[in-house]
């Protein structure tokens, strides 16, 4: 019998895991795979959470503990975490036999975590598997790293043809680059939610009449600096008055985060009607998204997820500028004024049916059935590696 093709999944924060859980016990339950997790980044820090936990629960063979995030969140601190990464990956994965080096590595999005990853696969010759390449985020170096990681990928599995498109254009193989939609959405068919009450409980508080959830990262690429922006994000919040119930999710680890937890623990201390978690978890977290009135902030979930639930989100800033929007979503600038007026637009939208541009929820399957039919035609995995530049503008076509 055919050894199963192991795949080894790099994960670095809760956001990344909600993202691929499905994926992985897709690929998990077939026997033609072994799938182990490669943890890293902030999953392995008491400060944002020690969510690695939340692996080991979903019953995932944690293969490597790759520590990455130092004391500083300043630039030169995130590069210094990025060679950590490429350091840690390199010594795990240079080694033969179990626990060594996979067959397939699997990377998600744009973290500095992943880009790391993806260095060392790529030197190794080590096939990566990339999901949501293609993807625009103008406000943030995200970019970069993602389109970086792109070029390294042997295998595309993209949110929606606007991005594949996009790698088409960017030189990758058309019959490399698969659209499978987001596989965040698989949660709506397969996480069963908390209701109203539940919700409070699993949280420790009392929801207001009107409620919003609240996601505000560092913005790397702006002029102004991602304290500034969160003033005046607080500025508004504030505003909105004691019968606004405001649920936070605490920020990342890039550039500034840890001066964003700062101002936002030092609001909610001040403010009854605000709470402030490191991580809701996943069920918690789409049970909010079914309950609360608005989602605010720059995270990419009021993107992908929040249309699903027809809940409006007001995107502040230039963070995720690019992105495909449903019309659920409320574009506005970091100011205070801006950011009310947003809101008062969402509350007067309402939840509503909305078109989810980014898929139907059903992405876990459609990345095994890809995977599966190179394994079941004998594929030469190793061989994925290589690949030539694409002059053409899209599925072959020259233009």
């Known amino acids: 019998m055919t050894a199963p093709v192991r795949i080894c999944a790099v994960t670095g924060s809760r956001a990344d895991f909600g993202l691929y859980r499905w994926v992985l016990h897709e690929l998990n339950e077939d026997s033609r795979f072994a799938v182990e997790v490669?943890?890293?980044?902030?999953?392995?820090?008491?400060?944002?959470?020690?969510?690695?936990?939340?692996?080991?629960?979903?019953?995932?063979?944690?293969?490597?503990?790759?520590?990455?995030?130092?004391?500083?969140?300043?630039g030169v601190g995130v590069a210094k975490a990025m060679a950590l990464g490429v350091l840690g990956f390199a010594e795990r994965w240079g080694q033969a036999g179990e626990g060594g080096r996979p067959?397939?590595?699997?990377?998600?999005?744009?973290?500095?975590?992943?880009?790391?990853?993806?260095?060392?696969a790529f030197i190794l010759r080590i096939p990566i598997v990339h999901l949501f390449g293609g993807d625009v985020t103008e406000g943030a170096f995200d970019d970069g790293l993602r389109?970086?990681?792109?070029?390294?990928?042997?295998?595309?599995?993209?949110?929606?043809?606007?991005?594949?498109?996009?790698?088409?254009?960017?030189?990758?193989?058309?019959?490399?680059?698969?659209?499978?939609?987001s596989p965040g959405l698989d949660h709506l068919h397969?996480?069963?939610?908390?209701?109203?009450a539940g919700l409070e409980a699993a949280l420790g508080f009392a929801l207001k009449p009107r409620n919003v959830l609240v996601t505000f990262h560092p913005v790397t690429l702006d002029l102004t600096s991602s304290a500034q922006q969160m003033d005046e994000v607080l500025s508004a919040l504030d505003g909105l008055g004691p019968d606004v119930g405001l649920i936070f999710t605490l920020p990342n680890a890039d550039t500034e985060g840890r001066a964003l937890i700062a101002r936002i623990e030092g609001f909610v201390a001040a403010h009854p009607n605000a709470i402030a978690r490191?991580?809701?978890?996943?069920?918690?977290?789409?049970?909010?998204?079914?309950?609360?009135?608005?989602?605010?902030?720059?995270s990419s979930s009021g993107l992908y997820e929040a249309p699903s639930f027809g809940t409006p989100t007001v995107n502040?800033?230039?963070?995720?500028?690019?992105?495909?929007?449903?019309?659920?979503?409320?574009?506005?600038?970091?100011?205070r004024g801006a950011v009310t007026a947003a809101i008062a637009q969402a509350f007067a939208?309402?939840?509503?049916?909305?078109?989810?541009?980014y898929g139907d929820g059903h992405s876990a399957q459609r990345i095994r059935d890809v995977l599966a039919d190179l394994v079941d035609h004998g594929t030469n995995l190793s061989a994925l590696v290589g690949k030539g530049f694409h002059d053409g503008v899209r599925d072959g076509r020259q233009g």
Request: glycine share 8%; with cysteine; hydrophobic share 40%.
């Open 38 to 74: 490669a943890v890293t980044g902030m999953h392995l820090s008491p400060e944002f959470g020690l969510t690695v936990r939340d692996v080991e629960a979903a019953g995932l063979p944690v293969s490597a503990r790759v520590e990455t995030l130092l004391s500083s969140d300043t």
């Open 190 to 196: 397969r996480t069963e939610r908390l209701d109203r």
């Open 147 to 181: 389109h970086g990681i792109s070029k390294m990928a042997a295998l595309h599995f993209t949110s929606n043809e606007v991005a594949r498109a996009r790698l088409i254009r960017m030189g990758e193989p058309p019959e490399r680059v698969f659209t499978v939609g």
């Open 349 to 357: 939208r309402g939840r509503r049916p909305t078109v989810n541009p």
């Open 316 to 335: 502040i800033g230039d963070r995720q500028t690019g992105r495909l929007k449903a019309e659920s979503v409320i574009d506005c600038p970091a100011e």
């Open 103 to 120: 067959d397939l590595v699997m990377v998600l999005g744009d973290r500095f975590e992943m880009f790391a990853a993806a260095q060392t």
């Open 278 to 298: 490191t991580s809701l978890g996943t069920r918690n977290y789409l049970s909010a998204l079914a309950i609360v009135d608005v989602v605010a902030g720059n």
